[in-house]
């Protein structure tokens, strides 16, 4: 019986799938079969010894380079059709400013979806935006380093001079913030940040699984927009070692970057999120996410 599971299993492989796809599929098998010697059939000692010999023939290859570019992203978001956002879909304005928190927050959507928009949740200073998420909201690792972090955001190119600064003053997040949390207003009736802008669910929160379809989306939209294939498949988890690998680029301090995606140690970035942006050329655009966190401090 284990024999046929595992059969099926190393079908799969050959058809392309990932070990973590096959524990996906173990996992739903086990939901289902009859206990063996007693045991669930994900939990077996056999079926540890087949995933961990998977591991072995089929280690996780880290991607290297960006599977999409942050620097043609960033360019179409400075236009049509997210500018401008007095009078952009109100669904381009959401994927904008979902887009840009994340990319410059370094969060997990599930951190963004628990985010406020009302004192002392969301507050504005002149110089920046601070962000907090709602008290009863539990980080994927509950521990006093990931518990109740304050995302504090600067303001982009406050002061902009040139037709290009201006442009790129169009990215500032605090900015953007204003105009959503204004065009939302009328139909908001959640306290949460992101709101879903139409269907039966107009004006309540947006779940981390439509957030995720909105950043994905943005990804789409400025591709199209650029008259450029988009590279498929998108997550929208790529936006953290995206983020993180131009803000390494950049210049920033790797203790800072690891602080503002609440990463406990450097090697969760070194192992998992590095990417070599500057071969695919995306610090052109000089694009610096934020700053560190500020832990629980007030702004």
Known sequence: DMQQIFQFLLGLIDEGLSVSSIKVFLA?????????????????????CFLKGLVNLYPPVPRLVPQWSLSLVLTQLMHKPFEPLA???????????????????????????????????????????????????????VSKFHMGQTVSLPVFLPEPHSAAEKALHTLDLRRCLLFY?????????????????????KGRAASSQTISRWLVQAIRLAYS??????????????????????????????????RSATWSAPSTFIRHYALDVDSSKDASIGWRPAGPAQGSQQG
């Open 28 to 48: 739903a098998i086990s939901c289902f079969h009859i206990k063996v010697d007693g045991s669930p059939v994900f939990s077996h000692p056999l079926s540890k």
């Open 87 to 141: 009078s952009s879909d109100l669904s381009f304005l959401s994927y904008k400013v979902a887009f840009l928190l994340a990319i410059t927050s370094l969060r997990r959507v599930g951190e963004i979806a628990a985010l406020c928009c009302d004192p002392p949740y969301m507050e504005f200073y002149p110089n920046r935006v601070v962000l907090r998420p709602r008290p009863t909201f539990l980080p994927k690792v």
């Open 181 to 201: 949390l204004k065009r939302t207003a009328d139909f908001r009736v959640d306290r949460s940040l992101f709101v879903c802008f139409r269907g039966p669910r």
């Open 225 to 258: 927009s650029a008259n450029r294939d988009c590279p498929l498949p998108l997550r929208a988890h790529s936006l953290r070692a995206q983020g993180a690998s131009a803000a390494f680029s950049s210049g920033l301090r790797l203790e800072d970057i690891c």
